[in-house]
């Protein structure tokens, strides 16, 4: 099973940046995707950007020319550069890894990202 961490949330002030990154215990190659999930207060777990293995990136029409996703493989570590922050960015980050198969669909604990006005 592969265990995923986050980093690099924090406080900003809106207009700001940040980037988190995501580390995995295992190769994240091994994985199908790899994506940034996001949940604020009282509000459903949304996906924010995912990368597949070939590297295509999918993004939250919300995020789009904002946020940028990218892999590390020699590192194992997937990065979203968080760029032009809005105060609606505010929420729980979390990294996710999935795999058709065998089966795989990891969290990490999340980071909190808040930004201020």
């Known amino acids: 099973q592969v265990q995923l961490v986050e980093s690099g949330g924090g406080l900003v002030q809106a207009g700001g940046s940040l980037r988190l990154s995501c580390a995995a215990s295992?190769?994240?190659?091994?994985?199908?995707?790899v994506g940034w999930y996001r949940q604020a207060p009282g509000q459903q777990r949304e996906a924010v950007a995912v990368?597949?293995?070939?590297?295509?990136?999918t993004y939250a029409d919300s995020v789009k020319g904002r946020f940028t996703i990218s892999r590390d493989d020699g590192k194992n570590t997937v990065s979203l550069q968080m760029n032009s922050l809005k105060l609606e960015d505010t929420a729980v980050y979390y990294c996710?890894?999935?795999?058709?198969?065998?089966?795989?669909?990891?969290w990490g604990q999340g980071t909190q990202v808040t930004v201020s006005s």
């Open positions: 990368i597949s293995r070939i590297g295509t990136t």
């Open positions: 295992g190769t994240i190659f091994s994985l199908d995707a």
């Open positions: 996710n890894g999935k795999r058709t198969w065998p089966i795989i669909d990891a």
